[in-house]
């Protein structure tokens, strides 16, 4: 005989559509449009679903997720991956859908959790930039696309050439790698771009370090 856990929202399985999507690129990709028409798209589809954002993204409203096009869904600010879970245990009903802005962000565990969930059945979406302001990648990020069934590179329109740019290049503000904040600190670039940038800023090119 079966032996069932004990009842929680997060302990069910057989929808078989646990996996994990991770959607990332510079500043200004359209990241957070194409999370946005995800989630839409499941709620088309009577799947429910929640959106996180770190408590770090201090942009917008607080209790909502919104992109540079002023689209914008209700949404849950967390200060860690384990407040993600914390919270998901507490809701009454399941969600099959859970989508995470700004994934970059967030803590170590975050890639850890993003599995467990997928593994019991829950499509995750997670949107975040893959490169920092000096072209590293970011955090957590390089794990989950490589733990991701599907990996979507959006691209940015560089504010030098016009062409698809993959980098975010900081104009303003201090050395710090979290920097939150918008066109006044930084543009997308494309590669050749980036490195003329960097190099007439004074700083070393980015994979020279
Ligand atoms: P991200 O989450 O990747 O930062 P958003 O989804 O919030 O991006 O915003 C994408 C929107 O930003 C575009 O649809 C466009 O209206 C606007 N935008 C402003 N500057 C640029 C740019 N340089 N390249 C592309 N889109 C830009
Ligand atoms: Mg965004």
Same mark, same amino acid.
């Given at each position: 005989?079966?032996?069932?856990?004990?009842?929680?929202?997060?302990?069910?399985?057989?929808?078989?559509?646990?996996?994990?999507?991770?959607?990332?690129?510079?500043?200004?990709?359209?990241?957070?449009?194409?999370?946005?028409?995800?989630?839409?798209? %499941?709620?088309?589809? !009577? /799947?429910?679903?929640?959106?996180?954002? &770190? $408590?770090?993204?201090?942009?917008?409203?607080?209790?909502? +997720?919104?992109?540079?096009?002023?689209?914008?869904?209700?949404?849950?600010?967390?200060?860690?991956?384990?407040?993600?879970?914390?919270?998901?245990?507490?809701?009454?009903?399941?969600?099959?859908?859970? %989508?995470?802005?700004? !994934? /970059?962000?967030?803590?170590?565990?975050? &890639? $850890?959790?993003?599995?467990?969930?997928?593994?019991?059945? +829950?499509?995750?979406?997670?949107?975040?930039?893959?490169?920092?302001?000096?072209?590293?990648?970011?955090?957590?990020?390089?794990?989950?696309?490589?733990?991701?069934?599907?990996?979507?590179?959006?691209? %940015?329109?560089?504010?030098?050439?016009?062409?698809?740019?993959?980098?975010?290049?900081?104009?303003?503000?201090?050395?710090?790698?979290?920097?939150?904040?918008?066109?006044?600190?930084?543009?997308?670039?494309?590669?050749?771009?980036?490195?003329?940038?960097?190099?007439?800023?004074?700083?070393?090119?980015?994979?020279?370090?």
């Amino acid at each position: 005989m079966v032996h069932h856990e004990e009842h929680s929202p997060l302990h069910y399985t057989g929808l078989g559509e646990g996996r994990i999507e991770v959607v990332c690129g510079p500043m200004f990709s359209g990241k957070t449009e194409e999370l946005l028409r995800r989630v839409r798209r %499941a709620q088309i589809a !009577a /799947q429910p679903a929640v959106i996180f954002k &770190p $408590a770090a993204d201090t942009r917008y409203q607080k209790d909502q +997720v919104t992109s540079h096009n002023a689209s914008a869904l209700p949404s849950v600010t967390v200060r860690s991956s384990g407040d993600i879970l914390e919270y998901l245990r507490k809701q009454p009903r399941l969600f099959t859908v859970v %989508a995470i802005d700004e !994934a /970059q962000f967030f803590d170590a565990e975050l &890639p $850890a959790t993003c599995v467990s969930l997928a593994n019991k059945g +829950v499509r995750i979406i997670a949107a975040g930039l893959d490169l920092d302001y000096r072209g590293k990648p970011f955090g957590v990020i390089p794990e989950l696309l490589a733990l991701a069934e599907e990996v979507t590179k959006l691209h %940015a329109v560089c504010m030098e050439t016009g062409r698809p740019a993959h980098f975010s290049h900081r104009i303003a503000g201090g050395n710090s790698t979290v920097e939150v904040g918008e066109k006044d600190r930084y543009i997308p670039l494309t590669r050749q771009a980036f490195v003329e940038a960097r190099r007439q800023a004074g700083r070393r090119e980015p994979l020279s370090e």
